[in-house]
């Protein structure tokens, strides 16, 4: 199938408005940087985090389920979750390892987001590398498996007592120090490729339009 020539036919049913508010979130969308919920088990989180990848342009979420079932907030994602694509790892009997597998396997530095002796503070993290970053359970943080694999470690300044931030906040402190100097950065290939970028916007549209799947149904039937 000819995915541009299907993508204007679908485009057709679309406002102006609405196609050029897809081309320029798209635009500056990215994979170069993704997120791993490992083991979030509380549905306000878990529904913040989502917002915050649609939030940063962060396109992928993948979602370790090893023990808690990753659940969703009424209401709280605004929507969120049909615009950010979510990877479910909870069929495996490893399913952390599938995660860590699968992203390594796709060149993603594995970044560990908690206090380390070997750790960096998050603005001096270098950003030229294509990088996971994993976020643990609320009360006990990330598993041995992924801090005995985790190449690189970064936390976040504090200067109170406390001695972390929520889950939604680390998340939301860290994206916006990477993806502020990813779209500052002249000489990082940050974007998505033209192929991702057509396929996202394909599905956007069977998302967006009325009887999308009916729709498309014709379409192929047609062509």
């Given at each position: 199938?000819?995915?541009?020539?299907?993508?204007?036919?679908?485009?057709?049913y679309?406002t102006?408005?609405?196609?050029?508010l897809f081309?320029e979130?798209?635009?500056?969308?990215?994979?170069?940087?993704?997120?791993?919920?490992?083991?979030?088990?509380q549905d306000?989180?878990?529904s913040?985090l989502i917002?915050?990848?649609?939030?940063f342009?962060?396109?992928d979420l993948?979602?370790?389920?090893?023990i808690?079932k990753?659940r969703?907030?009424?209401?709280?994602?605004?929507?969120?979750?049909?615009?950010?694509?979510?990877?479910?790892?909870?069929?495996?009997?490893?399913n952390?390892?599938?995660c860590?597998d699968?992203?390594?396997a796709?060149g993603y530095?594995?970044v560990a987001?908690t206090?380390h002796?070997?750790?960096s503070?998050?603005?001096?993290?270098?950003?030229r590398?294509?990088s996971?970053?994993f976020?643990g359970?609320?009360?006990t943080g990330?598993?041995?498996k992924v801090?005995d694999?985790?190449t690189?470690?970064?936390k976040?300044p504090m200067y109170g007592?406390?001695?972390?931030?929520n889950?939604?906040v680390?998340?939301a402190?860290i994206l916006?120090s990477?993806t502020d100097?990813?779209?500052?950065?002249k000489d990082i290939?940050w974007?998505?490729s033209k192929?991702e970028?057509?396929?996202?916007?394909i599905?956007w549209?069977?998302?967006?339009?009325?009887n999308?799947?009916?729709?498309?149904e014709r379409y192929?039937?047609?062509?």
């Amino acid at each position: 199938m000819d995915k541009e020539k299907y993508l204007k036919y679908l485009e057709s049913y679309l406002t102006p408005r609405r196609n050029s508010l897809f081309d320029e979130v798209i635009s500056n969308r990215t994979r170069h940087i993704t997120v791993v919920a490992e083991d979030t088990y509380q549905d306000h989180n878990a529904s913040a985090l989502i917002r915050n990848c649609d939030c940063f342009g962060i396109q992928d979420l993948h979602i370790i389920e090893e023990i808690n079932k990753y659940r969703l907030a009424k209401g709280m994602t605004q929507g969120s979750d049909k615009w950010v694509d979510l990877h479910y790892y909870n069929e495996f009997e490893d399913n952390t390892q599938m995660c860590i597998d699968g992203l390594k396997a796709k060149g993603y530095a594995i970044v560990a987001t908690t206090p380390h002796e070997a750790d960096s503070l998050i603005d001096d993290y270098d950003i030229r590398k294509k990088s996971a970053f994993f976020f643990g359970k609320e009360k006990t943080g990330l598993s041995d498996k992924v801090l005995d694999q985790a190449t690189e470690f970064v936390k976040i300044p504090m200067y109170g007592f406390s001695e972390s931030f929520n889950i939604s906040v680390s998340a939301a402190l860290i994206l916006k120090s990477l993806t502020d100097r990813l779209h500052k950065s002249k000489d990082i290939n940050w974007h998505l490729s033209k192929e991702e970028f057509t396929d996202i916007k394909i599905d956007w549209c069977l998302k967006t339009i009325q009887n999308g799947e009916q729709i498309a149904e014709r379409y192929l039937e047609e062509n």
